[in-house]
């Protein structure tokens, strides 16, 4: 098993920059693919990031290239999502994932383990 759990949202302005964590227990993952999704108000749950733990490639989804970077520490097992410029849009809940499979996922049904998610809430 594999315990997640996210943090860094909050309630800021549109324009700053936030950095969500999530911190990975348990098992070993050395060949686990993480991955950030969002889920905005009244939206359905949208692939964000990803990353391949193993060797560090990252994936994002088109709109948010620039402005997000996905990253991971191996000592610390936490996994970390920068984004900057913040719009209101990008008000939601953030959760992290991690997949099994050592290979770029986006669907939600590929990850097996779930974190319970972290609120950004961002003010024009």
């Known amino acids: 098993q594999v315990q997640l759990v996210e943090s860094g949202g909050g309630l800021v302005q549109a324009g700053v920059s936030l950095r969500l964590s999530c911190a990975a227990s348990?098992?070993?993952?050395?060949?686990?693919?993480m991955g950030w999704f969002r889920q905005g108000p009244g939206k359905e749950r949208e692939f964000v990031a990803g990353?391949?733990?193993?060797?560090?490639?990252?994936y994002y989804q088109d709109s948010l290239k620039g402005r997000f970077t996905i990253s991971r520490d191996k000592a610390k097992k936490t996994v970390y999502l920068q984004m900057n410029s913040l719009k209101p849009e990008d008000t939601a809940v953030y959760s992290c994932?991690?997949?099994?499979?050592?290979?770029?996922?986006?669907?939600?049904?590929?990850?097996?383990?779930w974190g319970p998610g972290t609120q950004v809430t961002v003010s024009s």
């Open positions: 994932a991690a997949s099994r499979s050592a290979y770029y996922q986006y669907t939600q049904s590929s990850y097996d383990y």
């Open positions: 348990g098992r070993t993952f050395s060949s686990y693919f």
């Open positions: 990353i391949s733990w193993s060797v560090g490639s990252t």
